[in-house]
């Protein structure tokens, strides 16, 4: 049973730092992309920063390229995004998903984390 759970989201304010962990188990995840998504309110989820998680080849969605950084630790299998710079259009839920092989900038990963918001006030 695959389990991905985040952490870390808060209240900052804008201009301010956060750092999100998804913790990940229930099996090797040597071939699988990870990704971090995000939701704000009366909108869909987005894109926004994906690693493979044998290779560390990283992925990010324009909007966040420069202030984001997306890593994880193979041996603690967890998955992170650092977030710097925040400015108040970040705030939303985010989320942590897992999918096999392909990187993909779509929500058609296998495997959802429950989220957790993260709040940037101006």
């Known amino acids: 049973q695959v389990q991905l759970v985040e952490s870390g989201g808060g209240l900052v304010q804008a201009g301010g730092s956060l750092r999100l962990s998804c913790a990940a188990s229930?099996?090797?995840?040597?071939?699988?992309?990870m990704g971090w998504f995000r939701q704000a309110p009366g909108k869909e989820r987005e894109f926004v920063a994906a690693?493979?998680?044998?290779?560390?080849?990283?992925y990010y969605a324009d909007s966040v390229k420069g202030r984001f950084t997306i890593s994880r630790d193979n041996a603690e299998n967890t998955l992170y995004l650092q977030m710097n710079s925040l400015k108040p259009e970040d705030t939303a839920v985010y989320y942590c998903?897992?999918?096999?092989?392909?990187?993909?900038?779509?929500?058609?990963?296998?495997?959802w984390g429950q989220g957790t918001q993260v709040t940037v006030s101006s």
């Open positions: 998903a897992a999918t096999f092989g392909v990187v993909l900038r779509t929500t058609d990963y296998t495997y």
């Open positions: 229930g099996r090797t995840f040597s071939n699988y992309v």
């Open positions: 690693i493979t998680w044998r290779s560390g080849y990283t």
